[in-house]
Nanobody, 129 residues
Framework: QVQLVESGGGLVQPGGSLRLSCAASGFTLNYYTIGWFRQAPGKEREEVSC????????YYADSVKGRFTMSRDNAKNTVYLQMNKLNTEDTGVYYC??????????????????????WGQGTQVTVSS
């Protein structure tokens, strides 16, 4: 069964850190673009960060650049999102997704959610004092 499973969400105070994990099963992450997306209440789902596994290139949304870092562990078939200096605007449900379609750069792919055809169930991140 092809699936992505996120974990690592939770409640954290402003300025704190969390690390999200996205474990793939039923397929290998090689040759995929893996993305992290988030959706806050009442807002559309937005891209946060993406990584091209085969090219090891990453993209970060301006709102998280310098605070969030994507990485991967090929042996575990897992990608991670390290989130530092969290603020209340980072609150939302975080989803990971995978795409075999590559549109130009990793940024081009990341901002085109419709090309991501495998989605996880999401993990809640709440930043609050």
């Amino acid at each position: 069964q092809v699936q992505l499973v996120e974990s690592g969400g939770g409640l954290v105070q402003p300025g704190g850190s969390l690390r999200l994990s996205c474990a793939a099963s039923g397929f290998t992450l090689n040759y995929y673009t893996i993305g992290w997306f988030r959706q806050a209440p009442g807002k559309e789902r937005e891209e946060v960060s993406c990584i091209s596994i085969s090219e090891s290139t990453t993209y970060y949304a301006d709102s998280v650049k310098g605070r969030f870092t994507m990485s991967r562990d090929n042996a575990k078939n897992t990608v991670y999102l390290q989130m530092n200096k969290l603020n209340t605007e980072d609150t939302g449900v975080y989803y990971c997704a995978a795409s075999r379609i590559r549109l130009g750069t990793v940024q081009d792919t990341c901002i085109t959610k419709r090309v991501f055809h495998i989605w996880g169930q999401g993990t809640q991140v709440t930043v609050s004092s």
